[in-house]
């Protein structure tokens, strides 16, 4: 019974480079959320995405970031043309969520580095 | 908009009870707390909805006070597992989006 998937787990970019994070979510779960942590901070939400559609953006800088959640295959943050201040662990969770709130399932995390 | 944990930080010895609060500026459909320890994924402790439910799990529970829009976290006779930090999710209005935002945080060191 796998868990929620992300990868990698450790990514090194320099400056301008393209950063892509990988989520699978937990097998049957049709919502996901990307949250950002950095170093000894709390968990800001950046996109809510269910299959083929993005619910809620409003954390998602307005440049350089994207997301998606195709019907196959798992969802992608995109950092494009990253800078030092994108350095910060992204985590990946997902719901069933058939209605009201449920619980939220979690992956390791992908924690990107830029030189 | 984040919701305010206090405390930040917490030390305790094994045995010792401690209260972490969660306050919203906004009206409150229900509460989530999660405990991540260093370097892990955070994982999910119980869920609180709006009408001063109460829940437990061992010694952890939670309180929900839909009139202060405020949660409390009590932990009792502390365990050395119990360290990590405490993050409430919280979510307004009518509920249904699923979508947390999530407090700063508290600490909470257990020593033997």
């Known amino acids: 019974n796998a868990g929620v998937m992300q990868n990698p787990r450790h990514l090194v970019r320099r400056r301008g480079q393209e950063a892509r994070l990988r989520c699978s979510p937990v097998k049957g779960h049709s919502h996901v959320y990307w949250y950002r942590q950095l170093p000894e901070e709390g968990l800001k939400f950046m996109v809510y995405l269910q299959k083929e559609n993005i619910i809620d953006e409003s954390g998602m800088p307005k440049e350089r970031f994207s997301a998606e959640f195709p019907k196959e295959g798992p969802s992608i943050l995109r950092i494009q043309q990253v800078v030092r201040g994108d350095s910060a662990a992204y985590f990946c969770a997902s719901s069933r969520q058939v209605q009201g709130p449920g619980e939220l399932f979690f992956g390791e995390g992908s924690r990107l580095t830029v030189l | 908009q984040q919701p305010v944990q206090s405390p930040q930080a917490v030390i305790l010895r094994e045995g010792e009870d401690a209260v972490i609060n969660c306050s919203s500026s906004?009206?409150?459909?229900?509460v989530h707390w999660y405990r991540q320890k260093h370097g892990e994924a955070p994982v999910f402790l119980m869920i609180?909805?709006?009408g001063g439910e109460q829940k437990g799990h061992e010694k952890i529970s939670a309180s929900f006070n839909e009139k202060k829009q405020q949660s409390s976290l009590y932990l009792t006779a502390s365990q050395l597992s119990y360290s990590g930090t405490y993050f409430c999710g919280t979510e307004w209005g009518s509920g249904n989006t699923g979508k947390l935002i999530f407090g700063q945080g508290t600490t909470l060191q257990v020593k033997p």
């Open positions: 906004k009206a409150l459909y229900s």
């Open positions: 609180l909805l709006k």
